[in-house]
């Protein structure tokens, strides 16, 4: 199911002859798998979340797609891997692989900007950008509870909200409402 | 293969199988609070938390299968193994009591991962170190999420700081099980791939004793239970818990979903 640290082909090989430039065929197959949606949060593509790692073309032709988890039980991988094998499938490509890797760990710290912009538009506040890991502070999440500053309301705009509950509907979320347009919505967890 | 490098792999797969029994076994128990916790957030809480232990349960389910021969995959060692063979601490298998035994488990539980996964987050082993970088992250989010419950009912009402105690005093006899190494190799130790779990009993007892104190609990003086979990002696809800959980695969072999 998961192969950790298996080195993703990070330079496409040679393609063979009297097909696409190697150059040009890597960047066709980045193309279709970063079109792949996320099927929990069907306005992200997985570029946008950050979870596609490495596209690569192998020598032969073969397409090897790397992709890593948000969390370690997230229901969506099987789901995505094949929303990834149809893409190509329907752009003619065969021979088509996707790996799940675990090494580096998923941080909201990758949803790209334009990812964060579609979340709020989707109705979810974006996660807090973390910056330095807060377990690398010695004591910084000892005894007591973690702080989330508050959000702004992705409804009304309003920074007067509050946490209803730590977990959400998905893993990846918790739920939240908005004290001025009395709104609940999701907020996308910054790990 | 020489004979060292093969007695290396099974103790590596005895000890990767311990750490996944324990996740595989309380995310099992943890999910029958679905649809029956205090509130519904807590259903959904304690849904994705058992979620997100089911899940380092399958890599590391996965990892071990890998290192046995013949290879097994994750669910032949999920679905077809007897009780006799699962290495998972009696604290995770022992049947769910009220909310606050939920509470106090997954205090205890959390924290311990979390120092475990801390730890192995620099092993020597280069697919448990990624697998523990992933997980440290989700139980120290879990421990958070137990942290606040233990403060809420704790320093709540009477009724609440009696069932917490009462709580505690229940599950304290299964914490020793946790740090007790016999089962973990020395030469996996010393190598950098495995940690003794006794090494992280002064953390552990540091982080619990202060959130205890804030709480206005105390810390049980009790006497360790009588346990075996690393060894596959399990308490008598341990079969039930099997039943369920494997009685679909043993009915359909080879069924996909």
Redesign the interface.
Known sequence: ??T??RPPVTHPAESPAGRRTSDGSTSEAWGIAASVLDPEVPVLTIEDLGILRDVGVVPGGGVLVTIT?T?????AMESIRSDILAAFAEAGWRDVRVEF??????TTDWISDEGRRKLEEFGIAPPVRRGLDR?DHPGG??????LTLSLRCPQCGSPDTRE??????T?CKS?WVCNACREPFDHF?A? | MSTTDSRTRDTLATYVLSLADDALVSAQRMGEWIASAPQLEEDVALGNIALDLLGQARSLLTYAGSLTEPVLTEDDLAYWRDEREFRNVHLVERANGDFGVAVVRLLVLSTYLRELYARLTVSTDETLAPIAAKAVKEVDYHRDHATMWVLRLGDGTEESRARMQAALDAEWPYVAELFDGGYVDLALVEGGAAVDPAQLRPAFDRRISDVLAEATLRVPDVRPAVTGGRHGVHTEQMGYLLAEMQHLARSHPGASW
């Open positions: 199911m998961v950790p640290l988890p969390y370690s039980g997230c229901p890797v675990l090494a580096p760990a998923w377990l999440s000892s005894g007591s509870v973690l209803l509950s730590r977990f959400g509907s893993a739920l967890k790990i």
